[in-house]
């Protein structure tokens, strides 16, 4: 079965720092998905990324970046000078496709991520 | 496109009442997910349909809770009778073909059974 562990309960940092939340995978699949969601206090979930399991060029998106490393079953996600307006709970997510692609997700515990000005 | 659309927003009821939940999914997608958030437990599936047929619904904690999916365009998710370990948030998300292109979630609905 898979599963999906954000270990980091909790971060806080000053505003500008650099912040990385970390994100390990479990699957038996060759074929899968990997998601990013942010979760602001108002409560939607917001997408911010989906890597396929045969892509592990990293990515960037303006202040956003992706690690995404097989070997080490992790997908990371750093915020470059990190704004208030960041504040939120991140989640990792992992969607198994070998069924055709249409599974659910299987979320992590997510982490808060706390931007003190 | 007006997104994934969830009602009611709140809901609180007394224990022992039945609860419906709606979702309208996004018009072209093929599935469609119930998902239960909690502190304690997180963001967790309940049910998916692919064309409208029930595919997985291992997830669903117990026979109080039934979803049904009578056309592309709608779907329900019901408990009764309602328990106050119900109180949640629940989200309905839809996609077409699942993870090849991404699910977008609504709103959701936060349930709060007294």
């Known amino acids: 079965a898979q599963k999906v562990t954000q270990a980091q309960t909790e971060i806080s940092v000053v505003e500008k720092e650099d912040v990385t939340l970390d994100c390990v995978y479990e699957?038996?699949?060759?074929?899968?998905?990997l998601f990013w969601y942010k979760q602001p206090p108002s409560g939607e979930l917001v997408f911010l990324i989906r890597r396929n399991s045969f892509d592990e060029q990293n990515e960037i998106s303006g202040r956003y970046s992706w690690n995404f490393q097989k070997s080490t079953s992790s997908f990371n996600f750093t915020i470059t000078a990190s704004q208030v307006v960041d504040s939120a709970v991140y989640f990792c997510?992992?969607?198994?496709?070998?069924?055709?692609?249409?599974?659910?997700?299987?979320f992590g515990k997510g982490t808060h991520l706390i931007i003190q000005p | 496109d007006a997104g994934v659309i969830q009602s009611p927003r709140h809901e609180v009821t007394e224990m022992g009442q039945e609860v419906t939940l709606r979702c309208k999914p996004i018009?072209?997608?093929?599935?469609l997910f119930w998902y239960r958030q909690t502190m304690m437990r997180g963001l967790e599936l309940l049910i998916y349909?692919?064309?409208?047929?029930?595919?997985?619904d291992s997830g669903m904690p117990e026979d109080r809770f039934s979803a049904k999916m009578p056309n592309a365009s709608f779907s329900t998710l019901k408990i009764q009778p309602s328990e106050p370990r119900d109180s949640a948030v629940y989200f309905c998300a839809s996609s077409f073909t699942g993870a090849v292109y991404g699910y977008t979630f609504g709103s959701g609905t936060r349930l709060t059974v007294v």
């Open positions: 349909f692919n064309n409208n047929v029930p595919i997985d």
């Open positions: 699957t038996r699949d060759t074929t899968y998905y």
């Open positions: 018009s072209g997608h093929n599935s």
């Open positions: 997510a992992l969607s198994e496709a070998s069924g055709g692609g249409a599974d659910g997700l299987t």
